[in-house]
């Protein structure tokens, strides 16, 4: 099983819709949970960060965290083409608090 | 400007030729981390350095060496490269990746090698 797993997509919303992206994670004592975004052929760029249960809200992203589930979730409201991207699901595992493992990403496409 | 700064961006190479990429950063950062991006497998760490001549594996350091000598720069070095390590190649700097700070990524290296 991979420690962080996300469906590859390609997830496509029309734009204005509400885009869900998912993460699901093997390490219980997870500790830090971190959302990128990859425009193609570029660099991953943090989003989102989340440490407790619930929501966090950022301007049109909300990031969801339910340990005891063991996912974590983005919501990007508001989709808009430029939201087009890979995005990157990242956990800090317990044992290596200072590694990040990331998933292998879900690529969104939001249709003009 | 705050940056990770990866050379070079583009390297084409020939079997068992050693080569370095080199990393920087200026934000006064502890921890450095070389990832690799293959399509299909996401990040892939491969090493990190939590501070000057600290350094530790990550999931797949075969046939990979770094060096933290100072503090802005974590050079990845590559001493025979063979065609399985054809890939696209990040170098990140945080303070702390494991609590909130996360990684900041450079532009990438992609290698193929041939």
């Known amino acids: 099983q991979k420690e962080v797993e996300q469906n590859s997509g390609p997830l496509s919303v029309p734009e204005g819709a509400i885009a869900s992206l998912n993460c699901t994670y093997s390490?219980?004592?997870?500790?830090?949970f971190f959302w990128y975004r990859q425009y193609s052929g570029k660099s991953p760029e943090l989003i989102m960060s989340?440490?407790?249960?619930g929501d966090k809200e950022d301007g049109r992203f909300t990031a969801q965290l339910n340990k005891a589930s063991q996912y974590v979730s983005l919501l990007i409201r508001d989709s808009q083409p430029s939201d087009s991207a890979t995005y990157l699901c990242a956990v800090s595992l317990s044992g290596s608090a200072r590694q990040l493992t990331f998933g292998s990403g879900t690529q969104l496409t939001v249709l003009p | 400007e705050a940056q990770v700064t990866q050379n070079p961006r583009y390297l084409i190479t020939v079997t068992g030729k050693k080569l370095t990429v080199t990393c920087s950063q200026n934000?006064?950062?502890?921890?450095m981390s070389w990832y690799r991006q293959d399509p299909g497998l996401g990040l892939r760490q491969i090493y990190y350095?939590?501070?000057?001549?600290?350094?530790d594996k990550g999931d797949v350091p075969e046939g990979y060496k770094v060096s933290r000598k100072e503090k802005r720069n974590f050079p990845l070095i590559l001493e025979s490269p063979s065609p399985n390590q054809t890939s696209l190649y990040f170098c990140?700097?945080?303070?702390?990746?494991?609590?909130?700070?996360?990684?900041?990524f450079g532009s990438g290296t992609r290698l193929t090698v041939v």
């Open positions: 390490d219980r004592v997870s500790q830090s």
């Open positions: 350095s939590m501070n000057v001549e600290v350094t």
């Open positions: 990140a700097s945080s303070l702390d990746p494991g609590r909130l700070y996360g990684y900041t």
């Open positions: 934000m006064n950062h502890e921890y």
């Open positions: 989340i440490y407790s249960n």
